[in-house]
Nanobody
Framework: QVQLVESGGGLVQAGGSLRLSCAAS????????MGWFRQAPGKEREYVAA????????LYADSVKGRFTISRDNAESTLYLQMNNLKPEDTAVYYC??????????????????WGQGAQVTVSS
């Protein structure tokens, strides 16, 4: 079992930046691949970015590539998402997910074993 708690969400103007954190507790954080997803009202959960257990490999959705950066600190059991040049269409609840070992497809929500409760990000125009 691993428990995930997101923080760092908030309200920001278009063009601004936010950094989300996902603090993990429980089983060894370094045993998990991690991902960020988001869900806007009335829409399905959407893949944002993923990172493997060591942090050596990162993946991004086309919609955030070049603007968002995923990273992790295994010593602190924390996952991060640095979001720059935010756009109104980035408004959503952001969730972190954990998959034990590795995923065959990190962009699929059903690959993940555990989820956080979500953090609201609102970008005003």
């Amino acid at each position: 079992q691993v428990q995930l708690v997101e923080s760092g969400g908030g309200l920001v103007q278009a063009g601004g930046s936010l950094r989300l954190s996902c603090a993990a507790s429980g089983r060894s954080f370094g045993s998990y691949g991690m991902g960020w997803f988001r869900q806007a009202p009335g829409k399905e959960r959407e893949y944002v970015a993923a990172i493997n257990w060591s942090g050596a490999s990162t993946l991004y959705a086309d919609s955030v590539k070049g603007r968002f950066t995923i990273s992790r600190d295994n010593a602190e059991s924390t996952l991060y998402l640095q979001m720059n040049n935010l756009k109104p269409e980035d408004t959503a609840v952001y969730y972190c997910g954990a998959v034990f070992g590795f995923a065959s497809d990190y962009s699929r929500p059903d690959e993940y074993d555990f989820w956080g409760q979500g953090a609201q990000v609102t970008v005003s125009s």
